[in-house]
């Protein structure tokens, strides 16, 4: 054949494949979310998400030096916390005491250099496993929780972490706690928003994990966005990064690469995407099934994740990928 293009050339060699790749996903690219426990002795296996614990503070303290040691810094902390601690106003996310602010200041104390994320939401502390304070019809009332997320985005930034990360989707929470982390004095500490976070179905398995998962499945629609909605998500990016948002996330991942590309294209902030529990399960599961190679299905999805616009990825794979890279 006479062609005039014949792109297999640069596919032939691997020296030159590596040349014209595009994206490479990097250790630094990785967020490592962990669950910490505030009743487990150790670590506790969770059913539906193989090889993610939870750990009790002193055993996560020796695996901190572990990830480091491999290559992983930065650590997005989720609270475990025991039913009697739970409340409709999810009040134990105010306490100073509380099972992540502890953890914090710990490996803080011992691992200056680590980046610490923290959740902010009252999910984990909600005897109703809503992400707020329900008002008296039962609807999450959005000013009385952004006024909670400020007060426990101040705890936080006092227990050492380094950014905080709204993750409930009230309206104007990033420019609340933007300003109430300044008037405490914590104008470096940053904002990673859940900006555009979706009413997935892939967040069973993290409901599991920090046991908010009621008998009757719970509906967040009232406040997280509809997966068929693209514009009301670039509003919502668009309304955290005016807010004064440092870093705008898309969540889940995988499902929204649309999402992410338009969030990378339209705005001059860096873009997390968030491979949920679900995205991460499910892979797990094929794999189990024989039906898909992990390794091989993992690094494909981070990689795609980051080819779509995304600087920086939370995902449950960070140890079983950063050991590959
Ligand atoms: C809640 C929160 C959720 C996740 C992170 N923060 C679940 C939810 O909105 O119900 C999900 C993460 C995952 O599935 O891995 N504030």
Same mark, same amino acid.
């Given at each position: ?232 998500? /670039?509003?919502? +990016?668009? @309304? $955290? ?6 870093? &705008?996330?898309? =969540?889940? %991942? ?34 189990? /099934?024989?039906? +898909?190679? @992990? $390794? ?6 981070? &990689?795609?994740? =980051?080819? %779509? ?17």
């Amino acid at each position: 054949m006479k062609l005039s293009r014949r792109p297999r050339r640069i596919r032939e060699l691997n020296a030159i494949k590596q040349m014209v790749q595009e994206f490479t996903l990097r250790k630094e690219d990785l967020i490592l979310p962990v669950f910490i426990s505030d009743h487990c002795n150790g670590r506790e296996k969770i059913e539906s998400m193989p090889e993610v614990y939870r750990w009790s503070i002193d055993s996560l303290l020796e695996q901190i030096g572990k990830w480091q040691a491999m290559g992983l810094n930065s650590f997005a902390l989720f609270p475990c916390v025991e039913s009697q601690k739970k409340c409709p106003y999810g009040k134990e996310a105010l306490n100073p005491e509380s099972v992540c602010y502890l953890a914090a200041k710990e490996i803080k104390a011992h691992f200056q250099d680590t980046i610490l994320i923290a959740d902010l939401a009252l999910d984990p502390f909600t005897d109703h496993g809503h992400d707020g304070i329900l008002d008296s019809a039962g609807k999450v009332d959005n000013d009385q929780t952004v006024d909670a997320l400020c007060k426990s985005a101040v705890i936080a930034a006092e227990s050492g972490f380094d950014i905080v990360a709204p993750s409930d989707m009230m309206d104007g929470r990033v420019g609340e706690i933007r300003r109430s982390l300044d008037a405490a004095g914590f104008e470096k500490i940053a904002i990673l928003a859940y900006s555009a976070k979706f009413c997935s179905s892939y967040y069973g398995p993290f409901r599991d994990a920090i046991s908010s998962g009621q008998k009757t499945p719970i509906d967040k629609s009232g406040y997280q966005l509809n997966p068929a909605n693209f514009r009301e998500a /670039m509003l919502e +990016l668009e @309304l $955290d990064e005016q807010e004064g948002a440092d870093i &705008l996330m898309v =969540k889940p %991942a995988e499902p929204y690469l649309d999402v992410i590309k338009s969030a990378k294209e339209n705005f001059s902030l860096p873009v997390a995407g968030y491979q949920v529990s679900g995205e991460y399960s499910r892979i797990w599961a094929a794999s189990k /099934m024989g039906w +898909l190679d @992990l $390794d091989q299905c993992a690094m494909e999805s981070l &990689l795609c994740i =980051k080819r %779509a616009g995304a600087d920086m990825i939370l995902t449950y794979f960070a140890e079983r990928i950063a050991s590959k890279l």
